[in-house]
Nanobody, 120 residues
Framework: QVRLVESGGGLVQAGGSLRLSCTAS????????MGWYRQAPGKQRELVATITRGGITNYADSVKGRFTISRDNAKNTVYLQMNSLKPEDTAVYYC??????????????WGQGTLVTVSS
């Protein structure tokens, strides 16, 4: 069993900052790609940013220059630093990871989501 637990969401004014964290736990051998996705009300889930185990990053055009994804492999944790937040960033943010698990192999795992609300 592998779990992803997110934290750091909340309410912030436009222009403000938030930092999301997501930690994986369980029978983990290693974690390959990790990432953040978001789903706004009435919209489909979309990619925000991803990061490989080696630190190669990828961002959605809408967040480039404002958000930074990073990870601590020793802590099985991925972070999302969000600056210059806009009301359109309001969404539930989900952590995602591709995890190699003892006796099972590779699994894609999702967190439960954390709500980010940006007021204008």
């Amino acid at each position: 069993q592998v779990r992803l637990v997110e934290s750091g969401g909340g309410l912030v004014q436009a222009g403000g900052s938030l930092r999301l964290s997501c930690t994986a736990s369980g029978s983990i051998v290693s974690i390959n790609a990790m990432g953040w996705y978001r789903q706004a009300p009435g919209k489909q889930r979309e990619l925000v940013a991803t990061i490989t185990r080696g630190g190669i990053t990828n961002y959605a055009d809408s967040v480039k220059g404002r958000f930074t994804i990073s990870r601590d492999n020793a802590k099985n944790t991925v972070y999302l630093q969000m600056n210059s937040l806009k009301p359109e960033d309001t969404a539930v943010y989900y952590c995602n990871a591709v995890v190699v698990v003892f006796t099972i192999g590779s699994l894609e795992v999702w967190g439960q989501g954390t709500l980010v609300t940006v007021s204008s």
